[in-house]
């Protein structure tokens, strides 16, 4: 009878193992719509080769922002620091201050720093969503509610504003006012997958799947919502089958568990897969590179550069005239995404415009280098002759 029984379990753990493997280990994301705003407010971005010019608040704002914006927080703390000695006023060195404590970790300092650049500048919208994001990490869910509504008070428009009030209100179980804020920063489809991965985080996998649905039926060629209810409903079967098989002396019951970990592992796996990707297809415009300083093989350099970097230059030409003061990038609809991340490689801001075509129709993307960026010629890695 004990062999009947075992039998049996090993028949329902084989059903619910063979689930994992329908589950498409091609998992799509879509995106992250939630989080924290780096302000985007510095006309250059400094590179490690430029020295601040001394006693200046706004250059050494610059330089804690470049060390932000590469992961060195502790640099761009001391710097941020250095400008409140200097101009104690400076809302936005404490802004950015809080945002590296926040990415440190050390969230009661960054509500400290975001409260005060808001005590300076009671109007910045972006730091009271950043000030809600450090209280929702610290776990002080109504303090984060109240700092993100009052960043919606002052812009609306912002989808990432509603989208973090929805995971702050999801916190506080009140899922259908979360669904009203995942409304309004989008559409129908991604509303209800956001919420559905709410519920999903929770193990809460009949609403889950619910909620998928709904997704997909706005949507159909949404996989991320398709993948993850054929995980939700592999996670529901193992839920179902652990009731009604004991705990104690159970092998069947262990190896659930672990099938259970295995499927969570298999989402989390993809869907990292799935963000490089994207990551990379972001750079997979076909680029042209214009010379417009007249530096001799900046244009070629610039692109080796980038191609070692993983973009597609395919052209190199010369502008209209070696005169061109303020670098640009041009691009055609759909690929912003590759324009900003050639913008990210170059050492300070570049103004992109999109266009409807260029005279070569493979080209996607066209940077024409100016006069501003021969004093970040060495950021390149080579030695070019002016």
């Given amino acids: ?7 049996s379990n090993y028949r329902v753990f084989a059903l619910i193992i063979f689930s994992i493997f329908i589950f498409s280990a091609g998992c799509s994301t879509l995106g992250n719509f939630f989080g924290r705003i780096f302000p985007a407010d510095s006309e250059n971005k400094l590179s490690a ?10 250059s050494i704002y610059l330089l804690g922002s470049y060390y932000q914006e590469r992961g060195r927080h502790g640099e ?35 509500i400290e720093v975001y409260k005060e650049s808001l005590r300076i500048d009671p109007n910045i919208d972006y730091v009271y969503n950043n000030l809600g994001y450090s209280y929702l990490l610290k776990g002080e869910v109504d303090e984060a509610v ?16 509603h989208n973090n009030l929805g995971l702050a209100l999801a916190k506080k179980e009140q899922f259908d ?5 995942f409304k309004a920063a989008g559409d129908e489809a991604r509303a209800h997958y956001n919420l559905a991965n709410q519920y999903y985080d929770r193990e809460r996998y009949e609403e889950a799947k619910e909620h998928y649905q709904i997704a997909l039926e706005q949507k159909p060629e949404m996989k991320a919502a398709q993948n993850r209810l054929e995980a939700s409903e592999a996670l529901a079967r193992i839920s179902e089958a652990k009731t009604k098989i004991p705990d104690t002396n159970s092998l069947t019951a262990k190896e659930m568990s672990e099938a259970k970990q295995k499927i969570l592992a298999m989402v989390e ?14 750079r997979e415009g076909q680029i042209e590179i214009s010379n417009g300083n007249g530096v001799n093989r900046m244009a070629r350099v610039i692109a080796e550069y980038l191609k070692e970097n993983n973009f597609k230059v395919v052209r190199l030409t010369n502008a209209e005239n070696f005169n061109v003061k303020n670098s640009q990038i041009y691009y055609q609809k759909g690929y912003e995404g590759t324009a900003a991340q050639v913008n990210k490689e170059i050492p300070l801001s570049v103004n992109q415009e999109e266009v409807k075509s260029f005279d070569r129709p493979h080209i996607k993307v066209k940077l024409v280098i100016g006069k501003d960026v021969i004093p970040y010629k060495k950021n ?4 070019l002759s002016s």
């Fill in 380 to 383: 390149f890695g080579k030695n």
């Fill in 269 to 282: 796996q993809a869907e990292k897969q799935t963000a490089k990707k994207e990551e990379k297809s972001s």
């Fill in 76 to 110: 761009a703390i001391g710097e941020f620091k250095k400008v409140l000695m200097i101009d104690p006023q400076h809302s936005k060195a404490y802004s950015r201050m809080g945002v590296s404590y926040d990415l440190l970790g050390r969230y009661d300092q960054a």
């Fill in 1 to 7: 009878m004990k062999r009947t029984r075992r039998g």
């Fill in 177 to 181: 006012l979360a669904l009203q804020e």
């Fill in 146 to 161: 109240k700092a993100f509504k009052s960043a919606i008070a002052l812009n609306n428009q912002k989808d990432i504003y």
């Fill in 49 to 58: 080769g430029v020295r601040t010019q001394k006693g200046s608040p706004d």
